[in-house]
Every structure is written in C-alpha cells, then in structure tokens.
C-alpha cells in the first residue's frame, strides 16, 4: 500500500528524490566551481533558482571569498607504472583544493599526502584544503598498506584560479514577509547523505511550494558550507530580521533515527515545533543542544546574528561510521527514508506556517457551544478530542498563547486544534491576536 | 480508636456527613427546580444559607437562564402492558431536561431516546438535554437487550416552563476580605460521590466554621453545574476581586486516592498549598495539571476571569467505572473516606489560613535564642525540629517568603513552621510583612 | 608514584597539613581562651596572621562578646578515692565553658551534670555550655554505668573572667577588590575532623598565595563557631560589598564523598561552580540545598547578609557517627583525604579566579580561525577538544556568559575554556566584557 499525506504520494516523492541524488551524485562539487553550477543547473529544473556568482576576493564578514577550484584528473603511478590511485574512479581521492601537481617523489614524501582510515581498511575518506595551499590523496587504508618502495609519478590535473562563488536562492513569497529559512550545503561531492539527501528535501519542499498561497515566505538557500553562509550572510544582512524560523537540511536519507539539534538560543519556536512534531510520531529521536559546531546554523547562530535556526537530521554528523567516507553512498540512504523525511519536514513546516495566537471574544466563562451546534446536545458523558480542543483553544487564547502553545500544554494533535481554531474564528468567538 | 483532629471527632463527622447524604440522595435534582430548592433547604439546617432565586430568561454572560424543569413520573410499558421502565425506581431513568411526552411509538423508534452501557450491562447510565428539545430514558443495557419488537407506551410528566435558577451561598466573613471560594454542584440528582459527597464536606466546612474568627474570609457556593456558575460569575463580578484561593469540591466520598488538579494558573498558593498537604500525608496521590474540562473550575479558570481555584477530589471525573452511573450510591461512599476527605479539607484551609510572609527584626546574624529561652542551653548536639523550625523561620523572613514557601523549602511540617512565627513574634524577633 | 598538580607534589601536602594538625590537636581550645590564642600563633607561622582581641561586654549584632574561659584542670572522684574522670586525659571529658566547681555529692545529683553516648559507649561526646551558667562532665557510658552509690568528689579549676574573644585574619590582596572569603571555625578541642582539617587546608591555601599575583582577593579568617562569625560580621560590615564568593571550610579531612551545600541564594556563582568542579572530577558526591544549620554559612546567609557562602565539606555535620564524638580522632582523618580535599579546594578556586565574561570581536559567523594558524588545515574529520573549545568561547562571547557558563553548556574542561580565551585574547578576536 502506499504511503499518502493528503494529495502527497510520498513513497512516488521518495522514489524522485532519490532519482535526484542518483543525478547528481557523480558531479565533483566543492565550494566553488563547475561541480556546484552544473548541480545548481539541475535543481533548477525544479525550482526557480536564483543563481549569484560572487567574484574571488570579494571581503565577506571575516573572510574573502576564495580562488575558484577546478579539477580535471589526478592519478599515482608506482614504481612499475601501475596506476595506484585515480580520481576518475571516485572524485574522494583527492583532497578538495589541492593544488597542481606534476612531480616524481619517493614512497616517504608521498605518504606525506596520503589520508586513510586505518580502522576502515576499505574507505576512502573526505578531506579538504581549502585554506593552505597544500594537496593530497584520500586512498582506501589497505591500497596504500600495499605500496613498495620507490619513486612514484603523481599528477594533479587542476586550476586554482580567480573566478567566483556559486550560491543558489529561491524565495517563495507568503502574504506577509515573516520568513523560514531553509538551507543545504552543496559543497561535498560524492557523498550520498551528507548532503544530496538535503539537497534532494529542500529541493522537493521548495518545487511543491509552487502555486500555493502560504502565510510565511520561504526562503531556499543551496550554498557551499561555511564560505557560502558567510558570503550569503554578508550581503543580506537587511533580509535577516524577517527570518522566524530556520532549518539546516542534512543527513537526511538514512535509516536512523531522527535528531534535531535546537537553535542558540534553546527555545525558538522552531526548537519547540521540532520537539513537537517528533514527539506526536511517536518515533525514536533525539533532541540535542545547540553546539557551535555540525553544520551552518553556526554561521547563522553565531552572536552577532543568534539567528533561530536548528537542524533536523537523521544521523547527525559525526555520529555513523560512513559520515564523510566513501561508504555514504547511494546504498546507504534509501527513497523510505528520504520520504519519512519529508513528511517530518512538512509536519513541521505545518506548525510553523498555523502557528497563530488568537484573542477569545467570550472570555468570561465558557461561551454557549450548545446554541451554535459546536457541542453534542446530550450531555453527562465522555468529552471528545474535538470538544476538548475548543475548550482548550478558548480557554489558553488570550493573545499570548499560540496554537503550538496550546498544542505543548494540552497533548492534543497539532490539526484538532487548527480545527477548533478555524470553527470559533467562523462563529466569532475568536479572533487573530 | 476514634481518629480525631483537636477537638473534633473524625469518625462521628463521616458518619454525619454520610447521614446528610442518605438524606438527600433521593431527591430528583437538575440544573433547576424543586429538587435543588428542597436540597438547599435541607443544607440551610446546617448554614446559614442565602437563597437566590434568577428567573428564566436573565441574560448571564454569553448564556441565558433557561427554563424551570419538574417532572412528577415517567414510564415506558411494553406491548404486553409491563412497565419495562419507572422513574419511580431511580430518578436516573430519565434524561435530564427531558420535554413532556405521551405517546405511543415502534421499538425502532423508541430505541433512538433509549442510552445504555453496553459493557457495564446492569448499570443505569446519567445523562442529560439541558439545551435540547428531546426527552430520553437511560436504562440497564440488559433491560433494553430483552425487548421485544412492539409498540410501547411512553410517559413522561415533565414541565418546562418559566421559573426561576436556584443558587445558594454563605459567606463567613473574616477579619480581612480576602476570600476563600468553596464551590460544590448541586445538579446531580440520585449520584451519591458526584457530588453529594461534595455537598458533604462543603457543608460540614462551612457549619464549621460559626462562631470562629478567622483572617479569611470563606465563600461557599451550592451552584447547579456550568449555568450555575455562568450565572453567579454574571452576578458577582465585583466580588471576584477579592477571592485569594478556591476549590471546586466533589467526589470525595469513595476511597480512591486523593486527587488535585490545579488552577489554569498552574503556581497559585492554593496549588502549591495542596501539593505540600498532599505531601506531607505521605499517602497515595495526584497533582494534574489544568484541563478546561471536568467541573465548575473551567469557569473560575476561563481567560476572562482566571481565578485561582483548583479542584480536590478523590477519584475524578471519568476516572472511575462508576462516574455518572447509578453505580455510584450511597455504598459507594463511606463514613470513613469522607471522614479522611475533611481532614485533608482542613489542613489545605489551616495552610491558607496561616500562610502569612514575615520580617525578621534581627535580620543580620542569628539573635541570641538562647537568652530569650527559645534554644537549649547545652550545645553540640543534633537539634531538634522546633531548633530548626525557628531557624528557618529567621532566615527566610525577609517579607517576601510566607510560610507555604518556608515550608516547601525546609520540608518542615507547616505547623511547626506556625509555632515558630508566633514564639518569634512574642519576643518581638518577627513582624508581620 | 606521587600525586601532582602542577608544580605542586599533593602527597607532600597531605602530609604537613596531617602534620599541622597533630600539633593543634592537644589543644583545648573553645571559644574564648588560651587555647585560641596558642593555635594562632602556631597558623602564625605559615601565614601572616592579623590577630584581633575583642574585650569581654562588647556589643556585636544582637550578641555580646562572653566572657573569656580557661580551664587547668578537672576530675571527679569515686567514693573509693579513684579518679573516675579526669580532663587530662582528653579535653573533651570537660563541658566546655564549665563554671568552676568544688563539691561533694551523691551519684543521683552528679548524674544530672554527665552526658552519655548510650548508643557508642566507648566514645566521649563533646557538649558546651557558652551561655549557660553551668558545668558538665563527657564520659564514655561504659564508664558511667560503673559508676557505684555514694559520695563523689567533684572539681572543675576553670576561670570565666572578664578577657576577650580571639580572631585571626589574613587578607591576600589581588589585583581587583573582589573577594573571596575562606571561613573556619577555630573554637573545637581535640577533635581532627570537625575542624581541625578545615583549619589545616585554610592554612595550606593562605600560606600557597605568598608572592602569587591574583586578579581576586582573598580573605581567611579563623574565628570561634557563631559568636566568632557574629563578632567579624559586626567589626566589618564596610567589608561585605567586596564578597563575591565564600566558602567555610570543614570537614575535609575524612575519606567520605565530598559534600557542597549551597548559599542560601542557591545559584550564587560559587553554588555553580562548585557543582561543575565536583561533576567533572567524577567523584561520588552530593549536592545540599542551603539549611540555616551546620556550620557559620548561617551566619553570612543571614537574610541581612545573604552573602554568597557556601560550604564544601566531605562527610558534614552530624552526618557521620563519629562527629562531635572522640572518636573524631587523628586516625579518622587521612593525609592522603587532605590532599584530595585541597586539589578540589584549587580547582575551584581556579574556576572563581578566572571566571570572566568576554566580548566577541568578530560576533557575524565565526572568524577565520585558519588564517590564525588556530584551526587544522586538512578539514572534514572530526573537531578536537581545542578547537571546539575556540568555538564555544567565540559563540557564547557576548559579553553576558562567563567562562563558567560556557564550561556548563558545553561539558568541555574550565582549562580549555580558559586556554581559548586566552588565544583569541591574543589575536584581537575577543575583548573583556
């Protein structure tokens, strides 16, 4: 049987998602260059993309933005001429922004630049330069085990030159200009779940946002981690004080279990709603601290902005073996899970875009439900969730509390209430705050 | 071994409380009419109770007072001319507010008025039409299994007609005008826990108290359910002002564990005050947090008034089989729970009554105990709980910490902490804040 | 292998202050006397002790200075002729502050003036009698069960004469005024645990500031239980603005889990960082909201003091059998508990020393930390303890969260906090808040 939300066929959304990641994964991204356009390229077959170039040596907050880095091919040769290492079998073998490289050397000084994971003889790990001027290879623990002695032929086939930063935008305008922010990193190359699997959510959210009349505006923003927050931070500080709410996407396709991971500041709405959401599942998941470190909501929790940005993952980084190795593959996430993913992101979103308080216009005492058909006409015996909704909604809205407010306090479905909510606005006994 | 409380017979006060019940257990009550007006009568033989009669039609909040309900007989004779059903046998044959009928009618048809409990089989639900025009019979489910397909003859010799609500209340006025509300529902025809039970103890508490002087002063309310309290609150608005705590007292007559569910405040005196009592009892207990629903508390506590009152029951509403069925009747009840109901009455109004905040007049260091006889004159042993209520009292008298809040944080029992201030007060150590 | 800190060797440690208080031992000090004055001076030779005489009659707070007691002797005498009791055999035997007695009399009226430990027979309990005009002997039960009928000759060659209350005061100065104050009580006899060990580790810290810059003052004052405390209060309430943090030091000198009462404020910085010091030590140990008992916290928490004292204690009053008893003997206390009791008394004198809230200079992202040579170079594996340590003190930096407060949200070590602050100190990117 499929798996439905409303219109949403989510085990077909699953299935596309993955089909986008699949698309995507051979692409050589970094923080700058070809890899990054052309993928920003494809997600604008679904979104219309805004696409900013921000030119290398552009000063942004602390940092300049980079030379631009390109890469054609990189190989080792051994002693006998064998190809030990080649970056067209996996594009993780080279450290990101190595710089170019044409030269012979010893086994010693070679093993200089060589990074593994000796306790995954058979991973390739993730490595990146971006800021030394240096270059090197990731290689499976067991290949660089084999390696004779000798003088080997190393080639890295690449250009560090000055050229620009790609960042991908999309905003979606709701009728007021209070904003989600909703951001992936695009910088990783073939790495499955961190973070095509982002990719691929905030892909799907922004596309099927097309059309929709929505309160809240959603921002998309598709940018290379750390440089691409600070370069996207630096030249929309005016857009800043409309975000209410933020979310980092990653690590979004694996089986494991939800994590979310609250703002700086602890209890922003969207630390609240998470917790909501994840708790009404009824599905393991955990709820972590904010700490300076995982993903962009650093840049975005940094104190100078103490954005309310969380992040909702699965796995977190750090926190499952294949995380940044070649072993976060296409197997490792699956169409299931990146649609359990969605779902939860829509939860959320749901909360955030109803999350109103209202002001009860019949304050003293309850008003008569009975007169207006809200309320069963023979009484005496158990109350039921839709009843106790409409209490709860004109009991708690005196035009502090709002619906998740309510939500929290009283236990009942995020929707009842929204139910309840729009029958007292149609019978005037409620208003917006 | 009679268990007493001072000067008072425990033991003797459950079996008089009972006997009040037995007396009035038969009496048809509803929201309005003969059977209130006869059992706030029988109370005003104990209180010195004031009667207020509203008529049918007085605008009262968002409500309207309806009309007066009588019924004098109801019955339903099968095809073979048996009475299957008499209002005689238990006046919770009939749905409350049920219009008068006199008609002959299918099975079919009469089964759309009949309500059962299908899996408690013997038992007579409770249930009620205040704000409908439809009539109904509640019946054994067993009963209404062996009838057989036929015409039946139903009577019910009700009127609806314009009258009058009756409420009754009694006000034992202190030494300030600071108010204890004490509300009990007079609705509930022959239902023994809910809430004769209430009307118990609510009666016993306020007979109590003549002739005593208190500080508070203490407000009892006999109010039929819901349109009793709307109706009070529409009338005494100017009051409200001056109730400092309040209590909606029922079920408290069966030997469930005692039951506190707090104000929609959530941290007013008489929650935290309840709480302690509840405590310091050791027994088996619960604290819930607020709903808007259970009794006359959704009133007090709607946004418009958002009073500090609280409810202590035993076992709460639909939280036993018996709730709002003819199972719970004067076997249900006994002597002894309410006996241990009252006791517990008492301590939560001992703590109200005396929860005063002082000034320590020697505030820098501890004064000297010893000279003023209040401390041992051997030292460095373990001292004992009057040492310490003493202490604590000094140290917590800074004018913002009553004696609740030194209480809770000593973990000593109230009545030492009460010892204290007075002997503390008498060497002229403390003064009122 | 011996234990170290630093440059400090703790086994040395363990054993002067084991040393130390085998020297005071002997003494019969109380709360007046020679007894004080002769452990002063023999502190006095460790540290550079200001040493106050305040006369018998003076008015402190709402006490008076008592008058001064010294005792050569005492010993009571069976009818036999056999001393059954004799103060030179232990200090304790004697009630302290005893007036001088010279008389005969029967068992039954000598029995009035003998406290017993029924439940420890072999052990001698310690009484006083400060502000009684009275006399008492401490016997082991054993002994007083023994006791036979007749005549008893009884003496007490003591002197209660007019003389003065002896305090002792060091004040190490820092670079601010801010202080920390180091209590312990000075006015037990021959008891090891309660307090000679308190008076060893005051003695241990004093003597370690000599000729060490700190930012903090500190300030140790050694004083007679309560009126020792009552008196320094009173001299030197021109003083108390300048107390940050306080600690009254006892009971540290047996092999229990350590024990930290709090401040009567409860979450005064000295609360907090002793429960961060003793968690992550990972030591068994407890943490006791504030009680006016025990020791002369009560005096600085009086409400009009309410200094932030709190206690840090191993096994505290009354919690351990062998308190205020003889068996609170040398052999209860051990060099190697000491030494432990002081590297916990270091470490949280480090975290009040260096506990200060910076400014972020760099508040929008995070700064380039790699330019700085503060980041690795090769990115994508896991963040160490140190860089994480930069991160946290760049996030939490604005200005309001010390570095205690930062050590609690992120679970890192106060030392690497405090290693952190001082490089980005050095690279401009922080500022003193």
Redesign the interface.
Known sequence: MTKRRGDLDLDAAGRQMHGLMTELYPLCRSITGQGVRETLARIAKHVDLQVHEVPTGTPV???TVPREWNIRGASVRDPSGRTVVDFADSNLHV??YSTPVRASMALAELREHL?TLPERPDWI????????E?W?FCMRHRDVEALEDGDYEVVIDSTLEDGSLTLGEYLHAGTTTDEVLIHCHTCHPSLANDNLSGIAIATYLASRLRGRETRLSYRFLFLPG?IG??TW??RNEDVLGRIRHGLVVCCVGDPGPFTYKRS?RGDATVDRAAAYVLGRRGVEHRIL?F???GYDE??Y??????LPVGSLTRSPN?AYPEY?TSADDLGFVTPEALAESLDVYLDLLDVLEHDLAYR?L???????L??RGL?P???????GDRQ?AL??V?????GDHTLLDIAE??GLPFDELRWAAGQLLEHGLLAPA
């Open positions: 907050l602390d940092w450290v990101g990074f790990p993730y490595r990146t330069a971006y800021w030394a240096t090197g750390t927050a600070i931070l630096a700086r601290d700490t300076p470190w650093r840049q929790c940094s104190p100078g902005f103490d750090n940044h009860n019949s304050p003293k005492g309850e008003p008569q009975g007169r309320y006409s023979i009484g005496g015996d158990r109350a106790l209490l709860w004109l009991n708690q809205s005196d306090r009283s």
